[in-house]
């Protein structure tokens, strides 16, 4: 008779594929079905629960490929990943990269980058919530320190960037009557994010260099940089009076606060708080 | 989380009937306010750190007795539950103050591979020993008591040696775990495995019982052997509710949940349920009284 550890590893073998732990079929009682077709049950439910995760995650994905192909491609994928979680919201995460690996879809160029923008709202809905960038102590700030604050990327955002227009195939799956999309009309450079619903923000690609520093920790000097590398007219003070009004940016963290100090000279946010 | 601490803060689970509540009624139950006993959450549905999940739960958390009950603790394996698992569950107690705890008396992982279903245990002295000492530690390190819920099951095990009811009495006892007896669960493995569902319910301790779910199932046929599958996805069906009606006759007035987690109705459909468990439940009080 198996102990606890050694049946439950058969009978998760078995799950995986039936073939490897046939044995575990004869711990079963046959009470009018088999012991290999009461575990085939718990199979079917397996791949039916982490199926549906799947789809709720991939939603666009599966509008775009059909449900029959979208069925192939997320049972292919639970074959080759195990759930590591007892909470599902954790499950399909290398699913992007499955698909582009996998060689039934290897013509879909774009599904690659459709996938990660779907998983990256399903982060972005789940995140925590944002707090608020405190323009007063900003304004306490000396402005020499300013190279060296740090800002905090909205925790409910994510940036993406792809050769597709994303937004535009994204929004294939709502139109009633899809006419053709050109798939080379251009690529995006987008931060997803939460604003009661989730939006994508196009952003320019001095703009997009620049988050992607703040969200790498770099300081406003750093960032600053990294967006004027990307582009020499990007003016700082206008993106990020735009950036901390729209929420994309939420924290900053002064290397020292001056009591009394000066006004700070790039916030034009308008408002006394 | 909550923005304030609601009215409900210490407030135990009544004795009246509760819904499980789903995001798809999120919007519906705030603008309603519908008057029913008390809400239940899937745990692991609250893991995320904010959003739309935590925004609503904190919204109804002030007008509604909340209970947690889990689907993804694997209490059940050979290994001790995921420590983050219970690190995020214990937070989340702290910051919603539920009514009560629960969890499944199953397995869904095994070397840090999970299932993600709830799977059956063997009833042996082993499993049983095992069990009191994950439960120990469960209830130890999230600080507060569980009650453990009878699983639907489609197979049975040639190892098990002791009755189901027993197993889960003695693992109350010893443990001090409450039971959470799931009624549809006790008809779905009675016509799966052949016992009398009626005499299960008896033999289950009150003593241990603090709370009862129901939830509807579904037939399937595998040739001339018919299996009942626990789908959540339904009414509750015409038997359940009579074995039901035996189980309040016999244990007394309990929190019951009605649980529908698939193709949800519309809110009015479910409060419906809720509304027939409620009368049941009164008729109950009243003859105690």
Same mark, same amino acid.
């Given at each position: 008779m198996p102990g606890l550890r050694e049946l439950q590893r058969g009978f998760a073998a078995h799950l995986r594929a039936p073939d490897s732990a046939p044995g575990i079929a004869d711990a079963v009682v046959a009470n009018g079905l088999s012991g290999a077709r009461r575990l085939q049950i718990y199979r079917n439910n397996m791949r039916a629960n982490l199926r549906s995760t799947l789809r709720n995650i991939y939603r666009t994905v599966e509008a775009l490929v059909g449900g029959e192909f979208f069925r192939g491609c997320a049972d292919a994928y639970i074959r080759e990943h195990a759930s590591t979680s007892g909470d599902l919201n954790r499950f399909g995460e290398n699913f992007p990269v499955f698909v582009k690996t996998f060689p039934p879809c290897a013509h879909l160029e774009y599904? &690659?980058?459709? /996938?990660?923008? +779907?998983?990256?709202?399903?982060?972005? %809905?789940? =995140?925590?919530? =944002? +707090? !608020?960038?405190?323009? +007063? /102590?900003?304004?306490?700030?000396? *402005?020499?320190?300013?190279? @060296?604050?740090? %800002? =905090?990327? $909205? *925790?409910?955002?994510?940036?993406?960037?792809?050769? %597709? *227009?994303? /937004? @535009?195939?994204?929004?294939?799956? %709502?139109?009633? $009557? &899809? #006419?053709?999309?050109?798939? $080379?009309? +251009? #690529?995006?450079?987008?931060?997803?994010?939460? !604003?009661g619903d989730i939006v994508f923000i196009p952003l320019a690609a001095a703009e997009f260099a620049f988050l992607d520093a703040v969200a790498a920790g770099q300081t406003l000097g750093e960032a600053a940089d990294a967006g004027l590398a990307a582009d020499a007219g990007f003016d700082l003070g206008s993106s990020l009076t735009r950036m901390v009004r729209e929420g994309m940016l939420t924290e900053v963290h002064a290397p020292a606060a001056a009591p009394g100090g000066a006004a700070a000279y790039i916030f034009h946010t308008g408002g006394s708080s | 989380m909550p923005a304030q601490v609601s009215a409900f803060k210490d407030a135990p689970i009544p004795a009246a009937a509760g819904i499980g509540l789903r995001a798809e009624h999120y919007r519906d139950l705030c603008a309603e306010l519908p008057a029913v006993g008390w809400l239940e959450v899937h745990s692991e549905n609250y893991f995320g750190a904010g959003g739309a999940p935590h925004h609503y739960l904190a919204k109804l958390r002030q007008h509604y007795p909340l209970s947690f009950h889990g689907v993804g603790m694997s209490i059940g394996s050979a290994d001790r539950p995921d420590a983050a698992h219970l690190a995020r569950l214990k937070e989340l107690i702290g910051e919603y103050n539920p009514g009560l705890v629960s969890e499944h008396l199953s397995w869904s992982s095994i070397d840090g591979e999970f299932i993600n279903d709830l799977l059956p245990l063997p009833y042996t002295e082993e499993s049983l020993r095992h069990l009191v000492g994950q439960v120990d530690f469960v209830q130890h390190t999230l600080g507060c008591k569980i009650l453990l819920e009878n699983a639907s099951t489609y197979l049975q095990y040639e190892q098990s040696e002791i009755p189901e009811w027993e197993f889960i009495n003695t693992l109350a006892q010893k443990s001090g775990c409450g039971i959470l007896l799931d009624v549809n669960n006790v008809f779905v493995n009675a016509r799966n495995h052949g016992f009398d569902p009626f005499q299960y319910l008896e033999r289950i301790d009150t003593r241990h019982v603090g709370e009862m779910h129901l939830a509807g199932h579904s037939v399937k046929n595998f040739g001339a052997t018919e299996v009942r599958i626990d789908t959540h996805n339904r009414q509750v069906s015409d038997d359940v509710w009579r074995l039901y009606g035996r189980a309040l006759a016999h244990h007394g007035a309990m929190p019951t949940l009605i649980e529908w987690d698939t193709d949800l109705p519309p809110l009015a459909v479910l409060l419906g349920e809720a509304a027939a468990a409620q009368s049941m439940l009164e008729q109950r009080h009243a003859r105690a009284a």
């Open positions: 599904l &690659p980058d459709v /996938a990660q923008l +779907g998983w990256l709202c399903h982060q972005v %809905f789940l =995140a925590e919530d =944002a +707090g !608020r960038v405190d323009l +007063g /102590a900003l304004r306490r700030t000396n *402005p020499e320190d300013h190279a @060296a604050l740090r %800002f =905090a990327l $909205n *925790p409910a955002s994510r940036l993406i960037r792809s050769r %597709f *227009p994303l /937004a @535009a195939i994204w929004d294939l799956q %709502f139109q009633k $009557n &899809p #006419g053709e999309l050109d798939l $080379n009309s +251009g #690529g995006c450079r987008l931060l997803v994010m939460r !604003r | -």
